[in-house]
Every structure is written in C-alpha cells, then in structure tokens.
T-cell receptor, first 113, second 113 residues
Framework: DTAVSQTPKYLVTQMGNDKSIKCEQNLGHDTMYWYKQDSKKFLKIMFSYNNKELIINETVPNRFSPKSPDKAHLNLHINSLELGDSAVYFC????????????FGPGTRLTVT | SQQGEEDPQALSIQEGENATMNCSYKTSINNLQWYRQNSGRGLVHLILIRSNEREKHSGRLRVTLDTSKKSSSLLITASRAADTASYFCATVPPPYNTDKLIFGTGTRLQVFP
C-alpha cells in the first residue's frame, strides 16, 4: 500500500502555463508538507498544513498556492510557470507537534521549457 | 540560511567498509533526523535522535549527536552496494511546534561491489 502518493510523476510544460500537483496520504497524519529539491539536491520546505490549516509558509512566490481539501490531501497549484520553477517537488506527511519523522512521496519532476 | 551542512559531499567506498558522514547545524534543536534518498526516489527516514540523547543505534546504523558542537555523525557499518544513495540530516529548529525540518546539503555515498 502506498503511504504518500503524488501525481503526476513527471510534468513537462511551457513557461507561462498553470499546473497542479496532487498529493494524498493514507497514514492518518494530520500534517502535510510540500518541499522543493533543486538541481543541486538542496531540499527546502515550502508549506505545511495541519488539518487543513496553513502552518508554514516559507518565502515562496505567491504564484504557488497550496490547497488542502481535507487532511489526507494537499495539492500544489502553480501559476505562470517560470524556468526557475523546474525542480523535483516532494509531498510529505507526519504526526503533529513534536518533530516526528516525515514520510515522503516519490516526487514530481517538473520541467519548464 | 538555516540550512545545515554535510561532510563529505561525496564518499566512495568498497562493500564491507564503514561509511561515516557528518552533519553540522546552526540553531538549537528539538531533534535531528537522518534520511536516505535513492536516485530518483523520495526520502526515507532512517533514524531520529533527540537533543538529550548522545548516541543511537538501528541495525547497521549508528548516530551520534553533540549539541555543544552542533554536529552529528552517521556511521553505516559493513556497507553494501544497496546502501548507495544520498544521505541527508535534518533538524527541527525553534519554534518546535511547527514540525519544520531543515535539511542539510547531503552526502552522496557510492558503495562499490
């Protein structure tokens, strides 16, 4: 059984387009996250949600908008895509309130041309 | 930047040898975690050590933590080709209730059969 799943796995699109990445977890966790991993493998948190409430919002352009319809889902919508948005985006989930281990999805490789 | 640093950036060893990688971080922490990332895959949690612990073992993994030096090390004993991956440390900085993880820059480990 897949614990944290993301779709799509690969996304190739042109500059200026709008795209979405979906994430679902079946672990019963209350907290979900989006991370960005760049070409140098640096991994940085973008957002976290706890039970549909935004908790962490790092310095991310407002072209990125997370949406959590329920605590098992956290989607990421990106408007007006730019070349610099090309990266691997990871969704993760964890229990809440104690720095618990996080469970990562397989990643979505976004390429903007 | 809050990002921690890992040393070495890359490490190549033969099967059966031990691999040691080091992590330095910048702030006080709640805990420190180590993750593994196989090529093209998501991160997998390996081990968590709390700020009041000095050493922890899990199978062939041994982690140490020195909060006075803000550093940690991960030792993989009797390495196998399957251990080939990137290894990241991650810390939980204050405020501890956000579950925010700050990742290090990673160590790429290559184990030759």
């Amino acid at each position: 059984d897949t614990a944290v799943s993301q779709t799509p796995k690969y996304l190739v699109t042109q500059m200026g387009n709008d795209k979405s990445i979906k994430c679902e977890q079946n672990l019963g966790h209350d907290t979900m996250y989006w991370y960005k991993q760049d070409s140098k493998k640096f991994l940085k948190i973008m957002f976290s949600y706890n039970n549909k409430e935004l908790i962490i919002n790092e310095t991310v352009p407002n072209r990125f908008s997370p949406k959590s319809p329920d605590k098992a889902h956290l989607n990421l919508h990106i408007n007006s895509l730019e070349l610099g948005d090309s990266a691997v985006y990871f969704c993760a989930s964890s229990q809440t309130g104690g720095g618990y281990e996080q469970y990562f999805g397989p990643g979505t490789r976004l390429t903007v041309t | 930047s809050q990002q921690g640093e890992e040393d070495p950036q890359a490490l190549s060893i033969q099967e059966g040898e031990n691999a040691t990688m080091n992590c330095s971080y910048k702030t006080s922490i709640n805990n420190l975690q180590w993750y593994r990332q196989n090529s093209g895959r998501g991160l997998v949690h390996l081990i968590l050590i709390r700020s009041n612990e000095r050493e922890k073992h899990s199978g062939r993994l041994r982690v140490t933590l020195d909060t006075s030096k803000k550093s940690s090390s991960l030792l993989i004993t009797a390495s196998r080709a399957a251990d080939t991956a990137s290894y990241f440390c991650a810390t939980v900085p204050p405020p501890y209730n956000t579950d925010k993880l700050i990742f290090g820059t990673g160590t790429r480990l290559q184990v030759f059969p």
